[in-house]
């Protein structure tokens, strides 16, 4: 039987896909559709860390992903007491002392989603949806902390099944200690060491309903 084969335009349609991609291949019997796609958050605000401290490399980043300072990390801001508790070596630690409710400094409330995730639970499916919604996250690896703004990942259909799968190749990196070409580097899981990961975190800021009446403005968060 001969393979048939589907023009790209016509697979993008068929997928629905908004991210540019490489068609790599047509399908017959028991065939699938591969393509190659990439997510970035775009617009992060270009940031350096005072120095290589942990502590500096840190607070840097997180200004990165949330560019909100009167949430982290400006004097007074939201997050500052809970970061100088925080080991800034471990983001499991991290996780755990900010996760939770805190105050901005005029005493307004705000929720701060803090979820840690291990090597092996690192989920391509939470990946690219966080991504996709303009949230970047941390990646720790080879004991340094870095932004992770996107991923390059290959897409594989089933016409027979309809069933997807999605395997993140690389990882798209910025690191705050640097302003030069050093900055944006990049993980390649096929050529790069997976073991000398220690993990992610994905940090979302919420407004939070005050107890009681209250006469303050409302609170607006920038958008990660």
Known sequence: MPKLCVPVSAFLMLANLTAPCLVIGCFGQGQTYSSIQEVRVSGLPSLM????????????????????????????????DSLERAEPSSLKDLAAKIQGSHLLSDGRPIMITAEYFEPAAINSGML????????????????????????????????????????????????TRYSDSRRETVFNRETDDWNKVQGMMRLLPAPQKASGPSNLPPLLLLPC
């Open 49 to 80: 860390a005072r120095s290589n401290d942990p502590s500096d490399v840190l607070r840097t980043s997180l200004d990165t992903i949330l560019h909100d300072r009167s949430v982290c990390c400006g004097k007074d801001s939201a997050l500052e």
């Open 128 to 175: 690219i949806g966080m991504l996709g919604e303009k949230h970047a996250l941390l990646f720790q690896w080879n004991s340094h902390l870095y932004v992770c703004y996107g991923v390059t990942y290959q897409k594989d259909y089933d016409p027979s099944t309809g069933t997807e799968l999605d395997t993140i190749h690389k990882f798209l990196l910025l690191d």
